[in-house]
């Protein structure tokens, strides 16, 4: 187990874990979004699926990675406006309106993988932007400011989201419309406008979030290759009590933990691997206990609202 300790091995793991985060932050801030305007979509996980496969697939016969990341927010906006669409002008139940989202990404994905793709193929996606300067402090350098462009753009999405939330007039009126909408319409605020808006948003980052996974982490695209990352991400906004901040900071202690295991089964380390691949899932489980007993989530989340009711 020591050599889990040594200099080269611990930056490796953060270095790692950074890498990893990324899907992980841009899916769950822009569920962020969503659930504060009082919507949480359980479907994340297969507009990611779709993201993944459309930015792969584009990419792949464009030679284009920013043509494919473009088309995997497309998508994701689409099957975001469809989530809307169900939840807030059917008005239907949100967890199994999620859910059904999330069979169709997965179902259609695999089809199209299998009569589009055939197998499991690499393409060259984002490579890692060396930032001048910053790169060069002892050390840390090389491991925080050696990365590719989506992942700094995640990192960016958090403090701009907080600003968002926090800070403008949009901000404001999502935030009214999750916390009370009776009152929020009253004063003159759209509640189905902002909800369509925020679950759209939610959409189109789950979307780049697959497309970080197929053109920028891992360069390929497989069956089922997010393996319940949408249903974490889902998770890491209770986690972080619906602040991107706190979403950040579980975000990072999920992909730090993950990242730890796969050193282990690199490093050889006397462990059952599947006792490894536990360990990230079952300290999320007991971050997200803890953490949801502290939280107080909006109001009026997954609470359909219909003019006139109180």
């Known amino acids: 187990m020591s050599e889990l300790f040594t200099l080269p091995v611990l930056l490796g793991i953060l270095y790692s874990g950074i890498r990893l985060a990324t899907p992980y932050l841009y899916a769950a801030i822009g569920e962020t979004f969503a659930q504060r305007s009082g919507v949480y ?21 464009s030679g284009d ?33 999620g859910i059904g989202l999330h069979l169709f990404g997965l179902g259609l994905s695999t089809l199209l993988f299998k009569t589009t793709l055939g197998g ?35 990192f960016l999405l958090v403090p701009v989201a907080n600003w968002v939330i926090n800070d403008t007039t949009l901000g404001l009126k999502i935030r009214a419309v999750g916390q009370n909408p009776a009152a929020a319409d009253s004063l003159g ?57 706190g979403v950040l900071g579980g975000a990072m202690l999920f992909s730090l933990v993950n990242a730890l295991q796969l050193w282990i089964q690199v490093a050889g380390i006397e462990l059952e691997s599947d006792i490894a691949v536990m360990l990230p899932y079952l300290l999320t ?13 909006p109001a009026a989340l997954s609470k359909p609202f219909e003019r006139g009711e109180a």
């Open 285 to 297: 489980i007991v971050a997200l206990a803890v953490a949801v007993r502290r939280a107080q989530q």
């Open 120 to 154: 499991v193929t690499s393409i060259s996606g984002f490579q890692p932007v060396r930032i001048p300067f910053l790169a060069d402090i002892p050390l840390l350098g090389d491991a925080l400011f050696n990365h590719n462009l989506l992942v700094y753009v995640a």
């Open 65 to 97: 990675l920013w043509l494919g990341l473009g088309a995997a927010a497309g998508v994701g906006a689409m099957l975001g406006l469809l989530m809307a669409f169900v939840s807030v002008t059917l008005r239907a139940e949100q967890g199994i309106s």
């Open 41 to 61: 979509n359980l479907g994340v996980e297969g507009i990611m699926l779709m993201g993944a496969y459309t930015a792969f697939y584009v990419a792949s016969i």
């Open 189 to 245: 605020v759209s509640v189905g406008k902002i909800r369509y808006l925020t679950v759209t948003v939610g959409g189109v980052f789950a979307g780049i979030a697959g497309a970080s996974l197929s053109i920028a982490l891992i360069n390929l695209f497989q069956e089922n290759m997010t393996n319940g990352q949408g249903f974490i991400a889902v998770a890491l906004v209770y986690f972080g009590g619906w602040r991107p901040w």
